[in-house]
């Protein structure tokens, strides 16, 4: 059985978005929820590839940025 660790909620638009961090027999990951409408869809990502999404979404933010002006 799954444990959470930290969990939190976003509403951008109109998307829920969902964000766990739990822990199973495997290890911690992090869960991401999007529900739109009632469907829902999950991305499940595993602690240890944490730090490259993060740079992804950084990266991502960053060009946004640059686009912007």
Excluded: Y
Aim: hydrophobic share 35%; aromatic share 8%; with cysteine.
């Amino acid at each position: 059985m799954d444990k959470e660790l930290f969990g939190g909620q976003a509403q951008i638009e109109r998307k829920l978005f969902t964000f766990s961090l739990r822990e199973n027999l495997k290890g911690c990951f992090f869960k991401i929820t999007e529900d739109v409408g009632g469907r829902r869809d999950t991305v499940i990502v595993p602690a240890s590839g944490l730090p490259e999404v993060r740079n992804m979404i950084d990266k991502a933010w960053e060009i946004c940025q640059e686009h912007k002006s």
